[in-house]
């Protein structure tokens, strides 16, 4: 009974920081709301095996293939505002991870390098060629992790509030106050497959990653770099992230949250697919503003 009551108290207090679970709906989600059940679609799920865990796996639509990575503690269901949108133009692809949603439990540590590698693993499975990826969170993460380790593999990556560290330099530090405590409770309450599985997948948010920033420098695919303006990740460490990838875009969410992808698809969806359709085009900071000041000012 105190580990159920220990995790419903972290459920809560992540719910708070836009961690992992939804909040009350809004005007704008409701608008938005998906009709189809994601994350448990006998129709469109299937399920591979990598590095000897099952993974489970749905894809909809055609076209231009699109890899979405969901948050920790979540599942394909988290993306469902986003599956409903980009699968009308593009093949969607998404995947619990291991020790997630559908997915099998992998027998031992839980690592964002495995959960990349997973993904890299799904892509050849389906023999996709090079996608557009999508990642929210700790699928932010992995999103930079697959440009970095796979090139090849990825044209275009959108990363929503990922960290390079799990410091309170990348953490927001009251997001770390209150998560700390509740995860170090859970560690000592595993008394059940299910309770184990969640502190499994906690914990990793308090020891990983260990992404050095100058290593976002190999990263070659134009990237778009999002996060909230009142999000769990702190500013400055986004911006970390923006100035060290050679081909990056910068996005910051206005009187948002870490969870505007929710709060907010209509506006968020509509971010990311200007993103991915348009060409992208490295602005000069000189050079291109008094190109447009010359426009703007020019006889008429």
């Known amino acids: ?13 992540v719910l708070q920081f836009g961690l992992l679970a939804r909040g009350p ?34 894809v909809y639509g055609t076209g231009e293939p ?23 133009r593009y093949k969607v692809i998404a995947m619990d991870s291991r ?8 027998p031992d540590r839980l690592t964002y390098e495995k959960m990349t590698g997973d993904l890299a693993a799904l892509l050849d499975h389906l023999q996709t060629g090079p996608v557009n990826v999508l990642g929210w969170s700790d699928g932010g993460i ?44 859970m560690a000592a309450n595993q008394t059940t497959p299910q309770a184990r599985r969640e502190y499994k997948v906690s914990q990793i948010m308090l020891v990983e990653p260990h992404i050095e920033a100058r290593e976002l420098e190999a990263l070659v695919a134009p990237t778009l770099v ?46 990311v697919e200007r993103f991915f359709r348009a060409p992208f085009v490295k602005k000069d900071r000189i050079k291109d503003t ?6 703007m000012r020019a006889p008429r």
């Open 1 to 13: 009974m105190r580990t159920e009551v220990i995790s419903l108290v972290l459920s809560a207090a």
């Open 25 to 58: 709906i809004s005007a704008v989600q409701a608008a938005s709301k998906p009709a189809a059940k994601y994350g448990s679609n006998p129709a469109a799920g299937k399920t591979f095996t990598h590095d000897g865990v099952e993974l489970y796996y749905e």
């Open 66 to 88: 699109l890899l979405m990575v969901h948050g920790n503690g979540g599942s394909i269901l988290d993306l469902s505002a986003q599956i409903d949108y980009f699968r009308k």
């Open 99 to 106: 020790d997630h949603g559908r997915s099998g439990d992998s």
């Open 142 to 185: 992995e999103a930079l992790l697959l440009g970095m380790r796979y090139p090849a593999k990825v044209k275009k990556l959108a990363s929503m509030a990922a960290n390079l560290n799990p410091t309170d330099k990348a953490l927001h530090p009251d997001a770390l106050a209150l998560i700390k405590p509740m995860v170090e409770s």
């Open 226 to 271: 999002m996060a909230g303006d009142h999000d769990v990740i702190a500013d400055e460490h986004t911006l970390e992230i923006y100035h060290h990838i050679p081909n990056s875009q910068l996005c910051i969410f206005p009187n948002a949250t870490h969870m505007v992808p929710y709060d907010d698809s209509i506006l968020f969806n509509a971010t």
């Open 290 to 295: 008094f190109k447009s000041l010359e426009a």
